[in-house]
């Protein structure tokens, strides 16, 4: 049996191999990524990330039997905004200063919120993350009383929101904002608390449902029974091909030596996913992969770059990392 501290290592691993895929998808071109069917591997990397924290979220409220208000405690609140919000923050204030260093020409206010909302791939990840945050608890006793009429009442509401932003002519910039899209990953997190009380046929059934819609949503505008926007590949009917890889990359990296270099490294790049994650957001944001020639070679300069913007990504998670363990000698 896998204990917690184990299960938390190889979910800090899968996060690890997530944020490699996010620097991917962010570098290859489009015709690669189309090419490979990467809606399959790495364009399930933010998926991942949100069925992990769903799935976390959801055992954490179970093993404690929390209440609604101690979900919204002090020392949560603190903890998101200090590892999560902050941070964010800073990066885009720094994406700001060298906007003005580089244009030399004042902020309009507009521009100023704009910006504050972010800039660069992913820039999107923190407004979705904070809208989960808030409302998995709700989720979780809607989903924990109802069940299956719970699962129908989640996808109820991702189908009608949806249908009001097509309504109302809400921008793709804005509805990229929402977490609309992801708001049926809570349903296959909720179900992995307790995989094996689920008929086994029923979620294959679902699986090879989501593994169809994504392979043919390759070859077809299936616009509008789903929703486009640039995010058809997730939207609710992909996510139990999430649940499917999610637990194939559990059963994968477990077999893995937990006291090996590379697992460690997984975990490692796991646990600071987040500063990785907002560090590519702000390298990408100015330096464009097909304007800096490292390389003659189109494929040698895409691995090229991708290297770079990996080592460089990773460096302020090093500095933070090397000043958390200076403080901790420090105080023994």
Request: proline letters at 3%; aromatic letters at 16%; hydrophobic letters at 50%.
């Given at each position: ?307 770079l913007v990996f ?16 403080r901790m000698s420090?105080?023994?």
């Open positions: 049996m896998m204990d917690s501290k184990d299960r938390i290592q190889i979910i800090d691993a899968i996060r690890g191999l997530a944020i490699k895929s996010v620097i991917l998808l962010h570098i290859l071109p489009g015709i690669v990524l189309n090419h490979t069917y990467s809606s399959l591997h790495i364009g399930q990397a933010v998926p991942i990330f949100l069925f992990i924290s769903f799935y976390l979220s959801f055992k954490g409220i179970k093993d404690r039997d929390d209440s609604l208000l101690n979900y919204f405690n002090k020392r949560r609140i603190g903890r998101l905004l200090k590892s999560v919000v902050f941070p964010y923050f800073i990066v885009v204030i720094c994406q700001m200063i060298v906007t003005l260093l580089r244009n030399g020409n004042a902020l309009e206010i507009s521009d100023i919120f704009h910006r504050l909302v972010g800039e660069g791939p992913g820039s999107y990840y923190l407004w979705v993350y904070l809208q989960i945050w808030l409302i998995i608890p709700f989720v979780y006793l809607l989903l924990k009383r109802y069940k299956c009429l719970g699962y129908i009442l989640v996808l109820l509401t991702c189908l009608t929101l949806n249908y009001f932003c097509v309504r109302a002519s809400i921008s793709g910039r804005l509805y990229g904002l929402t977490c609309i899209r992801y708001l049926f990953l809570s349903v296959p997190a909720y179900m992995f608390l307790s995989l094996k009380r689920y008929n086994k046929y029923i979620v294959l059934f679902c699986v090879i449902g989501s593994l169809l819609y994504l392979t043919i949503l390759q070859n077809m505008n299936l616009s509008p029974f789903v929703l486009d926007y640039g995010w058809a590949s997730q939207q609710w009917p992909a996510y139990f091909w999430t649940l499917a890889l999610f637990v194939f990359l559990q059963r994968g990296v477990g077999v893995l030596n937990p006291s090996g270099s590379f697992f460690t490294f997984l975990c490692w790049l796991g646990r600071n996913s987040w500063y990785i994650f907002i560090t590519q957001m702000f390298i990408l944001c100015y330096i464009n992969p097909y304007c800096l020639i490292l390389s003659q070679n189109a494929v040698v300069n895409i691995v090229l770059f991708t290297f080592f460089l990504s990773i460096i302020p998670a090093l500095i933070i990392d090397y000043v958390k363990k200076r420090l105080h023994e």
